[in-house]
């Protein structure tokens, strides 16, 4: 069973819908580096965009500014459907990360004119929102896309830390957007970087 058994709806545009639907299921093929907290294979980019849409409706009281978690969830949930075209850049790969703007623009171009056009540009319109962090809104569902692999790394013996032989400030970098946005969180963040420090899961 696969694409060539739909049967046409005798709607275009909830046949465009459907056509989408089907599309983004191809996101639990995409890989991630990250390991599952049991470590038993790597998690891919639908869980990863499942477990910080959740965490966006824990977290909230530790931000700055108020922020409104339905469009945070939104944002979490369409962040990597992009992906689906332009495949997950490890965020420590600084080669794979200088082509990574165009990769994933090109790919929104495709993946977005499969639906009906307002849709398209408001979904899109929701995955720029994302990735320009200039809104509360934004920066918050970017501090839990940071947050996320972090923890699986705490948990995990630092697994994408070792593999990648990141240095403690690479990871500090990355952690930026939670130290401006969610200061508290932050210190957990450092307490943690000691320990993996420590136990050598990082670089100095």
């Not at 979904?123 to 970017?142: G, I, P, Q, S, V």
Request: hydrophobic fraction near 45%; glycine fraction near 4%.
């Amino acid at each position: 069973m696969g694409r060539e058994d739909f049967v046409p709806s005798g709607s275009e545009r909830l046949d465009r819908q459907l056509a989408f639907t089907a599309e983004i299921d191809k996101m639990t093929s995409v890989l991630r580096r990250t390991v599952l907290m049991d470590k038993s294979r790597r998690e891919n980019d639908a869980e990863h965009s499942w477990h910080i849409a959740v965490m966006a409706m824990l977290f909230s009281e530790y931000a700055l500014r108020p922020v409104d978690i339905g469009r945070a969830v939104q944002l979490c949930v369409v962040h990597d459907l992009i992906e689906i075209y332009a495949g997950d850049t490890f965020a420590y790969d600084a080669a794979g990360n200088r082509d990574k703007a165009a990769r994933e623009a090109a790919a929104a171009d495709k993946l977005y004119a499969l639906l009906p056009e307002e849709q398209g540009a408001h979904l899109r319109a929701l995955w720029e929102e994302f990735d320009a962090m200039e809104t509360d809104d934004a920066k918050y569902a970017a501090c839990m896309d940071r947050l996320q692999p972090f923890y699986h790394n705490a948990l995990t013996d630092g697994h994408t830390w070792v593999e990648g032989q990141v240095d403690r400030a690479d990871v500090e970098r990355r952690m930026a957007p939670i130290r401006e946005f969610m200061p508290r969180v932050y210190e957990w963040i450092e307490a943690s970087l000691d320990r993996a420090l420590e136990k050598g899961w990082v670089r100095p």
